[in-house]
């Protein structure tokens, strides 16, 4: 089954712990992105990859970083994790080219105390 | 970067068009309006996209004005299960940029 999956699903950790977040698709999809979703708001966009080893920063990178060493894989890294980082996030993929969706994950339930 | 600007709410009667409205006025040419709801805290489902030409799917239609500045999503025939929040999203798919709005909660009533 075509599918971006993500782990963990829930994930609860402690202030400057560091910590990562995976996500892998299995229809070699060239873009792969990462979003919050905080309560109320739709969601923002932290990093992207157009490609293996190219990586963008969107709306709000600050306090992540991201790696694409292989086109299946796009691990989400926040390295001394905050509190104003507990959030819901999602990783998305899609093909090359513009006139294609985007696929998304079931998501991550962060929060850090 | 483009923003969209969507209602908070809307309700509609069950068996009745749902029409979500958004606006994107700073869209620029090269970018895409995609539509995705989300049930829950669940990841956001495809709806339907289009760059200029009005679109149709088996789930819903959507209409992009001439000057691009804003859309509408229509669900022809809304059910209880299209109950969702529902979210306009400018995506420059050459670039990899995506905004998304606040999205507007749709419920649909017996």
């Known amino acids: 089954e075509a599918q971006v999956t993500q782990n963990p699903r829930y994930l609860i950790t402690v202030t400057g712990k560091k910590l990562t977040v995976t996500c892998s698709q299995n229809?070699?999809?060239?873009?792969m992105s990462w979003y919050r979703q905080d309560p109320g708001l739709g969601l923002r966009q932290i990093y992207y990859?157009?490609?293996?080893?190219?990586?963008d920063k969107g709306d709000v990178p600050e306090g992540y970083k991201v790696s694409r060493k292989e086109k299946r894989n796009f691990p989400l890294i926040l390295e001394s994790p905050s509190p104003n980082q507990t959030s819901l996030y999602f990783c998305?993929?899609?093909?090359?080219?513009?006139?294609?969706?985007?696929?998304f994950g079931s998501g991550t339930q962060l929060s850090v105390l | 970067d483009a923003k969209t600007t969507q209602p908070p709410s809307m309700d509609c009667a069950e068996g009745r068009a749902a029409n979500l409205p958004c606006n994107h006025s700073?869209?620029?040419?090269?970018?895409?309006v995609y539509w995705y709801r989300q049930i829950h805290s669940q990841g956001p489902q495809y709806i339907i996209h289009?760059?200029?030409n009005n679109e149709t799917n088996e789930m819903a239609s959507l209409i992009i004005t001439e000057d691009r500045k804003s859309s509408t999503l229509i669900l022809p025939h809304a059910t209880l299960r299209d109950t969702a929040v529902y979210y306009c999203i400018v995506f420059n798919t050459n670039a990899g940029k995506s905004t998304f709005g606040d999205g507007t909660t749709l419920t649909v009533k017996p």
């Open positions: 289009g760059l200029k």
């Open positions: 998305a993929s899609k093909p090359s080219g513009s006139n294609e969706k985007l696929f």
């Open positions: 229809m070699n999809h060239e873009y």
């Open positions: 990859s157009m490609n293996v080893e190219v990586t």
């Open positions: 700073t869209i620029s040419g090269n970018e895409y």
